[in-house]
Every structure is written in structure tokens, then in C-alpha cells.
């Protein structure tokens, strides 16, 4: 079946270290997109890519990189400068970035401080 | 810019009971509108969509209809079930701007949640 796969399903980050958050579709879907989710606060967008080697920053991208070499994989790296990383980040991609398409969503991936 | 405001939760009901979750939105130009499901521990699914003005959505028995005289996009269902219980989120995504750039983003309300009980 195709659809998105995100791993691990739960991250422990130790204090000054970075993390990369995986994010695999089978779509074949142009557009990709990180959100960060938090309690009481719906979705916010970290960062967004329409087409291979090319990425935009969303609405909180500052602590967040992210690399899209590939058309199926686009993975996040939470740096040392967030701050408070903590909260749980989602992976979603669509076949074109036109607002008639839905995103579809993995599963998610937790991420915690130790 | 671009908002969504949904009721807060969380909202309690008794098995086949009616169901509505209010939604509305304020955008600059003619939005598509969603709603999504996420049940605990998971990723969020697609519910239903309407993409113009008196558009109406359905799957599973929820509908909603996009009425831009009152900017809403409000969620119903006749007969609510236990395994219904989850976190409603409705969403709007706008074409991307020629000026600004940009690609399709929706902008998410901050989740409904619903819980049934028999």
C-alpha cells in the first residue's frame, strides 16, 4: 500500500545534540511538508518543498533544517538552537501544491527532551 | 492573514446522539476547506473536503458545508458512534500567491475534541 512513512516513532534528544526525523513516501506526490504539533495549538508549518532540491520555510522554522534530494524522502533535523523541541512533528505530502489537493499525513514522530 | 477558529473541546456525547462542531475561517481570497481526523497516537486523515462556495462534503456519515456568506465550514453527523472519538481539525489552503510565492499550506484550527460514550 502506498502512503508515508515517518521513523522512528518516538526521539529522545540530549541537550546540545541534533536529530533527524525520517519522512518516506511511496506517492509519488511532488509536495512535502513538516508540521509541528503541539498541545492545544492545531498544526503549525516548519517547512515546506515542492519539487526535489528546492525547500521554503513555513510559519516556525527557526531551530529546523531540512533537505529534499530526493522526490520520496524529506527529512527534518531539529538543531541544538530549538530550543523546545519537545512536541509531536508530523509528515505530509500532495500530488501538487494547488489548495484542491489534501495532504496526506504519516504517523508521526515524537520527540522528546532527556 | 489566513485563521481558523473552531469550538473548543472537549465535547462529551452519548452514542447516537447529533453531532456538530463549529468551524469558521477568514482568508483573503476563495480557500478550499477541509476537515481532518486524528485518532490517539496517529497521523491525521482526510475526513472531507469542499473546494467552492455551498460545496458540501461528505464521508462516513459527517458532512459540511462551505457557506462563504458566514465564513464557515461547520461538521455534523446525524448519529454519533464510540469509535467517532477523536480530534477533529478543520483546515483551509489558499492558491499560492504569484507576489509572495509560496506553495500550498494549510492553516490548521486548534483540533476538536470529541469523545462518545455508550
Known amino acids: 500500500d502506498g502512503g508515508i512513512t515517518q521513523s522512528p516513532k518516538y526521539l529522545f534528544r540530549k541537550e546540545g545534540q541534533n536529530v533527524t526525523l525520517s519522512c518516506e513516501q511511496n506517492l509519488n506526490h511532488d509536495a512535502m511538508y513538516w508540521y509541528r504539533q503541539d498541545p492545544g495549538q492545531g498544526l503549525r508549518l516548519i517547512y515546506y518543498?515542492?519539487?526535489?532540491?528546492?525547500?521554503q520555510k513555513g510559519d516556525i522554522a527557526e531551530g529546523y533544517s531540512v533537505s529534499r534530494e530526493k522526490k520520496e524522502s524529506f527529512p527534518l533535523t531539529v538543531t541544538s538552537a530549538q530550543k523546545n523541541p519537545t512536541a509531536f512533528y508530523l509528515c505530509?505530502?500532495?500530488?501538487?501544491?494547488?489548495?484542491?489537493?489534501?495532504?496526506?499525513f504519516g504517523d508521526g514522530t515524537r520527540l522528546s527532551i532527556l | 492573514g489566513d485563521s481558523v477558529t473552531q469550538m473548543e473541546g472537549p465535547v462529551t456525547l452519548s452514542e447516537e446522539a447529533f453531532l456538530t462542531i463549529n468551524c469558521t475561517y477568514t482568508?483573503?481570497?476563495?480557500?478550499?476547506l477541509f476537515w481532518y481526523v486524528q485518532y490517539p497516537g496517529e497521523g491525521l486523515q482526510l475526513l472531507l473536503k469542499a473546494t467552492k462556495a455551498d460545496d458540501k462534503g461528505s464521508n462516513k456519515g459527517f458532512e459540511a458545508t462551505y457557506r462563504k456568506e458566514t465564513t464557515s465550514f461547520h461538521l455534523e453527523k446525524g448519529s454519533v458512534q464510540v469509535s467517532d472519538s477523536a480530534v477533529y481539525f478543520c483546515?483551509?489552503?489558499?492558491?499560492?500567491?504569484?507576489?509572495?510565492?509560496?506553495?500550498?499550506?494549510?492553516?490548521f484550527g486548534t483540533g476538536t475534541q470529541l469523545k462518545v460514550e455508550l
Open positions: 518543498s515542492q519539487i526535489v532540491n528546492d525547500f
Open positions: 483546515a483551509l489552503s489558499e492558491l499560492p500567491s504569484i507576489l509572495t510565492g509560496g506553495g500550498n499550506k494549510l492553516t
Open positions: 505530509a505530502s500532495s500530488i501538487v501544491a494547488t489548495p484542491n489537493q489534501p495532504q496526506h
Open positions: 482568508a483573503t481570497g476563495y480557500p478550499s
